[in-house]
């Protein structure tokens, strides 16, 4: 038995139609074009007959419509990110579209790539959690009439459509969990410089040492990215340089770093140090001590992002709101020791 796809043609002769009448008929435009009830049925008739499915590239071709949505993150790896990759296709699917995912592996450049490729594809919209670093190519696809919306490391402009969490909350609550506990000395575990998460976290722990009447000390800050490798080496530099009595890692990859240096340092948590970590993970709970944390919602933050894109996509304009930003949770563990003041 032959098992050659049946074409629109085979199915408007079967039908003794016109090809253009058959992918009227079999797209729903009988009434729009005024094709009788009787011959959109003979089509149907004749499509189901001869198992005829319908091209998903002509089909793009024509309507300009290709179901498909890019979604770019910096680290598929990550934990944060892949369950934000996961809840946006998830969403995707349920109305319909396709995903197609790039890492960018915290590379602006790849981040540029990815985009171009992408946009080669003819995305209908995009879900992007930038690098962080440089935001002229996402402008310019928003320019180019592409539904746009930032995840996490949105940029400090405002104008686009940026789902975030409260950063500079999350990061005063760990900070005055620290100061409550006797905690003078704090080392920061920073990720990326220049991020829109990472400037706000700042922002949160300065002004509740202010608050507490602690001055500020830039050179307790270390950190180049958000990764457990930048969170091992800052938290050595750190532990060499100081008599810091906690340690407050932006991420929870730099976390994993700074319990690596901590440990080779010959070290305990909290006995001999402290640690708070920005993100839940896992592991946070079911390590030797379980990790106090500032827990991002990233199922609310992936859901809240995914439909801001669909309903663009559906109204073809862009929320009033710009800025969404979704609270962090607290939980505290067994990371953090009382000193004497």
């Known amino acids: 038995m032959s098992t050659t796809p049946s074409t629109l043609q085979q199915v408007a002769d079967a039908a003794g139609v016109s090809v253009s009448t058959a992918s009227r008929a079999l797209a729903g435009k009988a009434r729009e074009y005024r094709i009788s009830s009787r011959t959109e049925e003979a089509v149907q ?7 005829f499915r319908p091209s998903r590239t002509a089909q793009a071709l024509r309507s300009q419509k290709t179901g498909l949505l890019g979604v770019v993150v910096p680290d598929v790896a ?17 109305n319909g579209y396709a ?3 790039a890492d960018t592996g915290e590379q602006t ?3 540029q790539r990815a985009v171009e490729q992408f946009l080669s594809r003819q995305v209908e919209g995009l879900v992007v959690c930038p690098v962080g670093q440089e935001s002229r190519h996402l402008q310019r696809a928003e320019a180019a009439g592409i539904p746009l919306v930032h995840v996490d490391r949105g940029f400090p402009d405002g104008s ?13 609550q760990l900070t005055r969990l620290l100061i409550d506990a006797g905690h003078r000395h704090i080392g920061i575990v920073q990720g990326e410089p220049g991020t829109l998460p990472n400037e706000e976290r700042i922002e949160g722990v300065r002004a509740e040492l202010k608050r507490a009447g602690i001055d500020w000390n830039p050179r307790q800050v270390e950190g180049t990215h958000f990764s457990d490798e930048s969170g091992y080496q800052a938290a050595g530099t750190l532990l060499r340089a100081g ?19 901590i440990r080779e340092a010959g070290r305990t948590v909290p006995r001999d140090l402290s640690l708070v970590t920005f ?6 709970e079911y390590v030797a001590t379980p990790l106090t944390v500032a827990s991002q919602n990233v199922t609310e933050i992936g859901r809240t992002a995914a439909r801001l894109l669909i309903d663009q996509l559906a ?27």
Do not use: W
């Open 45 to 51: 008739q004749a499509a189901q007959k001869l198992k």
């Open 279 to 284: 993100d839940d993970h896992p592991f946070a």
């Open 109 to 111: 450049a790849t981040e």
């Open 78 to 94: 990550n934990p944060f990110f892949a369950a934000i990759a996961r809840e946006v296709t998830r969403a995707a699917e349920e």
């Open 243 to 261: 008599q810091l009595t906690a340690l407050f890692a932006f991420s929870n990859q730099i976390a994993l770093g700074c319990l690596r240096a």
């Open 315 to 341: 109204s073809g304009k862009k929320p009033r709101k710009r800025v969404h930003r979704i609270p962090v949770q607290i939980h505290q563990r067994g990371s953090i020791a009382s000193i004497e003041s």
């Open 160 to 172: 686009a459509v940026t789902v975030t969490s409260e950063h500079t909350r999350g990061a005063a």
């Open 99 to 101: 995903v197609l995912l």
